[in-house]
């Protein structure tokens, strides 16, 4: 069913598609007896395996990576499809339109996608308000909170604060995004100094709260092992929760796709992500032990990627790009190979 879809939203431009799918999803699901039907279909809570990460409990190992819904505004939406966590964001401190259109590449050939978007969000105060507006408050939420496009990085912990504030009592965990490459300078960020500086004013705020949140750190794939030293380092020293490893590729590599698009500057995701993927996972893994808390995300286009990801140190996994390409019947699959190595 979903191939006969997909073969209709591949036809129109991907970002049109991405509201025309989440729109209709929400219209159809306030039609009656329509959730109970999506639910049945597509959540599949045989196969939920419970488990509890970040002192939080997930019903199920699939999260919805950051992106899909920058604005919280499909939350209970896509619970219905039967994730065990959504993550929103990124959300930044003002609202921006992000980089102009064409901004978003599918990669077909190649099952991937090249976006950037750059950070566009309707900004920290409307999400704020969506989310106090969603039904669902079981399923675990994560804020992905970012800098300003113009906001200059010696101020960007400014920003980071901000958000954090803001969101602290609507969200489960925070993630701290410096690793889009769709933001200029902001991958400079990972850079001992700042990154630092950023995660301990974080961690300097969690504290002042009764009830301290999860903060984790997306990175990048592209990072050196000179690189990735630092981030542990800095992880060790700041003993924030966890990382989220990763976030699009620069890298274009060993691509059949046509040069006019695999030339699209921006983030790479899906297939061509997946072993650069894992191979950050699976180093950090080694690097800082079993008490670290890791989600991997890129490159996970059917069940088996989850269970990789899994295997190679992951304790939740998050998708996107595989959700777009493969439709909602991939969160149902990867729960059920999960559960079944549990």
Not at 298 to 319: F, P
Request: aromatic share 6%; proline share 5%; with cysteine.
């Amino acid at each position: 069913m979903y191939s006969i879809i997909k073969s209709y939203l591949f036809r129109k431009d991907p970002e049109e598609a991405h509201y025309f799918v989440l729109n209709n999803l929400k219209w159809i699901s306030k039609l009656p007896f329509a959730q109970k039907i999506i639910t049945a279909t597509f959540e599949s809570k045989k196969h939920n395996n419970p488990k509890t990460v970040m002192g939080l409990q997930f019903d199920n190992v699939v999260g919805l990576a950051a992106g899909l819904d920058k604005n919280a505004e499909y939350i209970d939406e896509l619970a219905l499809l039967g994730f065990g966590h959504i993550e929103i964001g990124t959300v930044t401190p003002l609202a921006q339109p992000g980089n102009e259109r064409p901004r978003l590449f599918r990669l077909t050939a190649d099952n991937g996608i090249i976006n950037r978007m750059g950070f566009n969000n309707k900004g920290i105060d409307y999400v704020v308000e969506q989310l106090k507006k969603r039904k669902n408050k079981k399923i675990i939420i994560g804020g992905n909170i970012g800098k300003n496009k113009l906001t200059p990085n010696e101020k960007a912990a400014e920003d980071y604060a901000i958000c954090f504030e803001k969101l602290f009592d609507w969200v489960d965990y925070f993630v701290v995004n410096v690793s889009s490459p769709n933001t200029p300078n902001l991958r400079e960020l990972q850079d001992k100094k700042p990154l630092l500086h950023i995660l301990s004013q974080l961690q300097k705020l969690n504290a002042e709260k009764p009830r301290p949140k999860p903060i984790l750190l997306k990175i990048a794939p592209d990072l050196s092992e000179a690189e990735l030293d630092d981030i542990v380092a800095i992880i060790n020293e700041t003993k924030i929760t966890g990382v989220i490893a990763t976030n699009t590729t620069i890298t274009r590599e060993n691509l059949i796709s046509p040069a006019s698009l695999t030339n699209e500057v921006g983030g790479l995701s899906g297939r061509p992500l997946t072993e650069k993927s894992n191979k950050i996972l699976e180093q950090l893994r080694d690097k800082l032990g079993k008490e670290v808390v890791l989600i991997g995300v890129g490159g996970i286009m059917n069940d088996r990627d989850a269970l990789e990801k899994i295997m190679r140190g992951a304790d939740l996994v998050q998708i996107y790009t595989g959700f777009i390409y493969n439709g909602p019947n991939l969160i149902a699959q990867i729960k059920k190979v999960c559960q079944s190595k549990a």
